[in-house]
């Protein structure tokens, strides 16, 4: 049963454009969800992350927007740039700790 | 560097070899997580520890594989008898936050396993 459910598998945007990731989860009992990028051969960085107490969150050309209702979350990046390409996975966590990941989305942004 | 370190970095072995990795979390983090990821998958988890208290175990971690953190500090994760499915990467992370909710976990560069 796969928990959080990402879309889409792959992503293709030009430079200063706008690229938007989602994620759906089943577990209401998640309360944590961050959003990780990772580099071919690197391990996931942290992006940014959002509690269910607020609807939107951002951190420079970074936002996440969280629907509790609908169990959907999304990431939006404004300004793309060629350095932001890469393999971004959201992710739930709850009060057992451990993080169950989205299968990941390739962004390519092109210049 | 004062991040999550993990080695090696790279191991390939021959089907039926026992592998070690070691991770070095970063300092005082109390809690360590191992995490396994396949090509175009994302990372899933297989255990962790709080302290030296391994306190779960994903169903995915067979009787083949066996992870320590003694003293509370680094952690090692041991597969014996290696299958050729388990070729992965292993990535390993560390949190601390004395509180009962899910916490930032920051992410070591990863072991990346080859079993022929």
């Known amino acids: 049963q796969q928990q959080v459910k990402q879309s889409p598998q792959s992503l293709i945007v030009q430079k200063g454009g706008i690229s938007i990731i989602n994620c759906a989860y089943e577990?209401?009992?998640?309360?944590?969800f961050p959003w990780y990028q990772q580099f071919p051969g690197k391990g996931p960085a942290l992006l940014i992350a959002?509690?269910?107490?607020?609807s939107e969150k951002k951190e420079g050309r970074f936002t996440i927007s969280f629907n509790k209702s609908a169990k959907q979350f999304s990431l939006h990046i404004m300004d793309s740039q060629p350095g932001d390409s890469a393999t971004y996975f959201c992710a739930a966590g709850g009060s057992n700790y451990k993080l169950t990941f989205g299968k990941g989305t390739l962004l390519t942004v092109n210049p | 560097d004062t991040g999550v370190s993990q080695d090696p970095r790279h191991k390939i072995t021959k089907r039926g070899q026992n592998v070690t990795f070691r991770c070095d979390p970063i300092s005082e983090h109390n809690r360590l997580y191992w995490y396994r990821q396949t090509l175009g998958q994302g990372p899933e988890f297989l255990t962790y520890f709080q302290n030296e208290a391994q306190l779960e175990k994903s169903r995915l971690l067979s009787d083949r594989f066996s992870a320590e953190r003694p003293k509370g500090s680094f952690s090692t994760l041991e597969i014996q008898r290696t299958e050729q499915g388990d070729s992965a990467m292993y990535l390993c992370?560390?949190?601390?936050?004395?509180?009962?909710?899910?916490?930032?976990?920051?992410f070591g560069p990863g072991t990346r396993l080859t079993v022929l």
């Open positions: 992370a560390s949190s601390n936050r004395a509180s009962g909710r899910t916490d930032t976990q920051y």
């Open positions: 959002i509690r269910p107490d607020v």
């Open positions: 577990n209401t009992a998640f309360d944590y």
